[in-house]
C-alpha cells in the first residue's frame, strides 16, 4: 500500500512540472479572443437589409411554426407506432422461438 501511495506522490510531482499554468483566464483575454473572431469573419460580407419585400412577417412566421410544430408532432405519432409495431414482432418472434425451443426439449 505505501508503494502505491508512493507512486502516487511521484506521478502527481512528475504532472505537476509537465505544462504551464491551468489558469484558462490567460488563454481567453479578450484581446485574443476577439482577433481570432474578427480574422474568422474577414472574408464575409457584410449584412444587408432585405429591401425586395421577401422578409416574413410575424404572422407568417407564427404560422409557419405552427404548422411545422403539428408536422412534427404527427412524425413523432407515426414514428412511435412504428416501434411500437417493431416491438410487438419482436415479442411475437421471441415467443414463437420460446415455443419451439419447449417443443424441441420435449422431443
Known sequence: ??????????????LSACGESTDASEE????????????????????VEDDAGTAMT??????????????????ADRATETVDDALAAAEAASA???GETEVEAED
Not at 410575424?58 to 412524425?75: I, K, Q, S
Request: glycine share 2%; no cysteine; proline share 5%.
Open 1 to 14: 500500500m505505501k508503494k502505491l501511495a508512493f507512486a502516487t506522490v511521484a506521478a502527481a510531482f512528475a
Open 28 to 47: 481567453a483575454v479578450p484581446d485574443t479572443v476577439e482577433v481570432e473572431a474578427d480574422e474568422a469573419m474577414a472574408d464575409m460580407p457584410e449584412p
Open 58 to 75: 410575424d404572422e407568417e412566421v407564427e404560422t409557419n411554426l405552427n404548422v411545422g410544430e403539428e408536422e412534427a408532432e404527427a412524425a
Open 96 to 98: 414463437e422461438m420460446e
